[in-house]
Structures are given as structure tokens and as C-alpha cells.
């Protein structure tokens, strides 16, 4: 499977942006399996964000309220909308299965940079 994520950018803050991540190879990793949106800034360690599983959210303290994860089953894709971004957002965002000890190879991730 390759995850492959999309819809970063520059943005001033208190912005949108809305990330997809598709899979490509076995797209039923999106449709079976709990997703979450993951980020990693310059220095840091990678947090999981926000997570999916049949249904139900779970987000980060720090973006609760902000940010909204979703999936389309059908197009093999997750998404993250975010809003109100401040310059702590900023960082590589990545999609992976909830479960890391699936161990689903990373994607490339995409950049998100918030300009203050």
C-alpha cells in the first residue's frame, strides 16, 4: 500500500486548509481500518492529531474544536479539515491506520507552514 497525502500549503493564520490521503496499491486500508492524521514539526517527535474509527473522532487537546478528520470509503481517502491555524500548526502532516503496529509504510506527508 502507499499512503500518499495531499492539500498542504502556506497560510497565514487563522487560515484553512483541507488535506486528503488517499491509498493507492491496497485502498481498502482506508475503508477497513482506523485512520488518523498524524504531524511532525522540525524538532519534534510525530503526534497523532485526529483518528476515525467507524464513525467516531478523537482529537488532540491542541486541535480540538479546529480540526475535523473524515473518510470516503468509496474514493479510498481521509481527510483533515483544519481551521483557525496558528503557527503551532505548522509541520509535515501525515495519514497512517490508527494502529501503528499495522506498520503501513509512511507516505511523503505534506507540508502544512502557517505564517503568523
Known amino acids: 500500500v502507499r499512503l500518499v497525502e495531499s492539500g498542504g500549503g502556506l497560510v497565514q493564520a487563522g487560515g484553512s486548509l483541507r488535506l486528503s490521503c488517499t491509498a493507492f496499491g491496497r485502498p481498502d486500508t482506508i475503508r477497513y481500518n482506523a485512520m488518523g492524521w498524524y504531524r511532525q514539526a522540525a524538532g519534534k517527535q510525530r503526534e497523532r492529531v485526529a483518528s476515525?474509527?467507524?464513525?467516531?473522532?478523537n482529537y488532540a487537546d491542541s486541535v480540538k474544536g479546529r480540526f475535523t478528520i473524515s473518510r470516503d470509503s468509496a474514493k479510498n481517502t481521509v481527510y483533515l479539515e483544519m481551521n483557525n491555524l496558528t503557527d503551532e500548526d505548522t509541520a509535515t502532516y501525515y495519514c497512517?491506520?490508527?494502529?501503528?503496529?499495522?506498520?503501513?509504510?509512511w507516505g511523503q506527508g505534506t507540508q502544512v507552514t502557517v505564517s503568523s
Open positions: 476515525i474509527s467507524r464513525g467516531i473522532t
Open positions: 497512517n491506520t490508527a494502529d501503528l503496529r499495522l506498520e503501513t509504510p
